[in-house]
């Protein structure tokens, strides 16, 4: 037996070596930091306000309540911001997905007429843009101010989803593409019958970034709309917050303090709350995320 097999000997453990085990503990340090934060936030959720003061840095309470729940979900605020988000969703995610789409197809094509020149402008707008001042004008000069569009359109495409999905697309044989043209397929059936069947990775993927992206988001909300029934989800609970936390701080008495409410534990249980559905689609799109990921990020 060499002297580097005989060290090799040396160090294993079973079927793992010593540095399997070094690496699984680095991942479990590595999992707690990450896990005992979030169960932090839930604990605290179902925590009462005295417990709270206790033991802020609790991973079960020991009496558990509803109550921050409760003062949550009846503010009927958040079930239109729940309404308002889904509207967003259902409208803009199929539109992102279109344009991002087409787009990455027609780029990835060797043949498409101006190629440099778009992909040129789309790079140029990852590094530069007019502002937010300029954007408003735009939406303001076609009167979609004011409605849930102007959301929509901001949000409905990503130069950096494109250019993704574009390398992905870059990748899959040519030869696919002129058999159909010589049955006669055109660009559009090309798309919808044989690219996007065989690209169910690197849609997933985006699909994933664009869901994240519209139900987060909460800036482009409060730019362009004023309606209180027409804010979104985290627009909805950021006022909530505001508002409890405005309470507690002007109450002037241990009694005003209780009927206010406990504002840190409405703060987790509105992060808990606008969790929950995209922790609830993740793993619906988890198979094909990390291959799409991959994929997509290397110039073939």
Not at 136 to 149: A, D, E, F, N, P
Not at 278 to 287: G, R, V
Request: glycine letters at 6%.
């Amino acid at each position: 037996m060499s002297t580097a097999t005989a060290k090799r000997h040396k160090y294993r453990i079973g079927k793992m070596t010593f540095l399997d085990y070094t690496l699984l503990v680095v991942l479990i340090i590595l999992s707690l930091m990450i896990l005992i934060p979030f169960i932090n936030v839930i604990a605290i959720s179902f925590a009462s306000q005295k417990e709270y003061a206790d033991n802020p840095m609790m991973l079960f309470p020991k009496h558990p309540t509803l109550d921050a729940y409760k003062a949550l979900f009846n503010d009927g605020r958040i079930l239109t911001g729940f309404w308002n988000t889904l509207k967003i969703l259902v409208v803009g995610l199929p539109l992102s997905l279109f344009l991002t789409s087409t787009m990455a197809y027609g780029l990835s094509r060797d043949k498409f007429p101006g190629k440099k020149i778009i992909f040129f402008l789309v790079l140029f707008t990852m590094i530069f843009n007019g502002g937010i001042v300029p954007l408003y004008l735009v939406m303001k000069s076609i009167h979609l101010t004011g409605t849930l569009w102007s959301v929509i359109l901001v949000g409905s495409f990503s130069a950096f989803n494109m250019i993704l999905m574009m390398n992905y697309f870059q990748g899959l044989p040519d030869s696919l593409m002129e058999s159909a043209r010589l049955d006669g397929a055109g660009e559009w059936r090309i798309l919808f019958s044989i690219v996007l069947p065989l690209a169910a990775p690197i849609m997933a993927t985006i699909t994933l970034f664009y869901g994240v992206a519209f139900w987060n988001g909460w800036y482009d909300a409060m730019i362009f709309l004023r309606k209180a029934d027409m804010l979104p989800l985290q627009n909805v609970l950021r006022t909530i917050i505001v508002e409890s936390s405005t309470n507690v701080s002007n109450a002037s008495s241990v009694d005003a303090l209780n009927k206010t409410g406990f504002s840190t534990g409405m703060k987790m249980a509105s992060v808990f709350v606008s969790m929950v559905p995209i922790m609830c689609f993740f793993p619906l799109l988890q198979k094909h995320f990390a291959k799409g990921v991959l994929t997509g990020a290397i110039k073939t």
